[in-house]
Every structure is written in structure tokens, then in C-alpha cells.
């Protein structure tokens, strides 16, 4: 099965732009519902000091799975990973014999670009840092390791600081204002592809088929040769 995407005329432009759209609104929308929560939250306790573990932990789970998601979306790299980052080059490099005149992207984009590309980068992988950082936080020389190395403390906690929640609410609403901003720019990249004005529409369903799967599936097999 084939792996990389290809380009073979306008119309493959046309439908891999199509479907970053789709995902960016669908994302960012879900993304702003938990903003939405958030502030509830915060609306209905606004003197509260502390948000209890569960609650915090189910909110920030699905809040950085969002994260994840979008900037893998916009600013991935990797050669057969899809990200709108890598198809304005392509979209840059082959516009002249589409017959279409294309800007290059100003800084301010290019830079939400690239802080998602790293942030994407940081979200993959534990970095040895952390745990440099958190030695000298806490203080740990070879002395107080070796003297507490027969106990390993699993930390728990009923409740977060309040704080938590406030800064991811901040978060949230920085992805988006960004995400939206680099939204805009594929919307109007789509524009010059199809050389007329682009429609959006919420289509309304029922339900979403498990059959979908099936697509999902046929790309892990086409990843892994089978």
C-alpha cells in the first residue's frame, strides 16, 4: 500500500488542504468546549484555592491530547506525517505551474509554525531535563539518594492549586488564538486553489459509522507492510 501522499495534479492539492481545514475547525472546536468548562468551573468557585485531582486530571488529559493533536496538524515535519507546515512549502514550490500567485507566509505565522513544530517535538518524548531540574528542585545530592534509595514515594494528591487550572485556561485560548490565525491563512490558500470563495459548512449527522475505522486501519497496515 502506498505511504506518502502524492501530488499529482490541482485536485490533490485541493483535497489534502480540504481535509487539514476539516480537522483544524473540528479540533479547535472541541478545544474551545473545554475552554468553556473550564471557565464554568472557575465562574462558579471564583474564590476557590483548590480544584480536586479527579476532576482536574479527566480536564487536562483530554486538553493535551487536543494540544498534541493540533500541533501535529500544523507543525509537523516528519516525511510521511500530514501538517500544514509541510504542505505550504509544497504548496509554495509547485504554485507557479498550478497557475496560481502565492505570498510567502509572513513571520508572525511562520513562527506559530515553528513554536508548534517544537511544542509537537517537546510533547513526544520525556526530555532528561526534567529530571536534571527536578534533582536540583528538590535538592537530591548522592547523599540524600543513597540514603533513601530502599523506598520509592509514588506521590498522590486529593487536590491541585487552583493555578493549574487557570494557566491551562490561558493555554487553551493562546493554541486557539494561533491555531485560528493559521486556520484563516489555509482558508484563503484554499480560495486561490479552487480560484473562487470557499464555503464553510457544518454538515449534521446522527452518528459517526465505525465503518470510518476502516480507513484508519488500512493506514496502519499500509505503515507497518502489511
Known amino acids: 500500500m502506498q505511504k506518502e501522499f502524492k501530488f499529482n495534479d490541482k485536485s490533490d492539492y485541493i483535497f489534502y488542504l480540504s481535509e487539514l481545514i476539516i480537522d483544524c475547525y473540528q479540533k479547535t472546536d472541541r478545544l474551545k468546549k473545554y475552554g468553556q468548562e473550564i ?3 472557575i465562574l462558579t468557585n471564583p474564590n476557590a484555592k483548590l480544584i480536586q485531582t479527579e476532576l482536574y486530571e479527566s480536564i487536562s488529559d483530554k486538553v493535551n491530547r487536543l494540544f498534541q493533536y493540533i500541533f501535529n496538524l500544523l507543525g509537523d515535519e516528519s516525511k510521511k506525517a500530514v501538517s500544514y507546515r509541510k504542505f505550504r512549502k509544497r504548496l509554495y514550490k509547485d504554485c507557479k505551474k498550478m497557475n496560481i500567485e502565492l505570498e510567502e507566509l509572513p513571520q508572525n505565522e511562520l513562527k506559530i509554525l515553528g513554536e508548534f513544530n517544537t511544542l509537537r517535538n517537546w510533547g513526544l518524548h520525556i526530555p532528561e531535563s ?4 527536578k534533582k536540583e528542585f528538590f535538592k537530591m545530592d548522592s547523599t540524600f539518594i543513597e540514603t533513601n534509595k530502599r523506598t520509592i514515594p ?3 494528591y486529593d487536590y491541585y492549586e487552583i493555578q493549574f487550572l487557570t494557566e491551562m485556561k490561558r493555554e487553551i485560548q493562546e493554541v486557539i488564538d494561533s491555531a485560528m490565525l493559521i486556520l ?6 484554499y480560495s486561490l ?8 459548512e457544518y454538515e449534521q449527522n446522527q452518528y459517526k ?5 476502516t480507513a484508519v486501519q488500512n493506514s496502519w497496515n499500509s505503515q507497518n507492510g502489511k
Open 130 to 133: 526534567l529530571f536534571i531540574q
Open 39 to 41: 471557565e464554568q468551573i
Open 184 to 189: 484563516e491563512r489555509m482558508k484563503n490558500d
Open 209 to 213: 459509522p465505525y465503518l470510518f475505522m
Open 154 to 156: 509514588i506521590s498522590t
Open 193 to 200: 486553489l479552487i480560484e473562487e470563495q470557499l464555503n464553510i
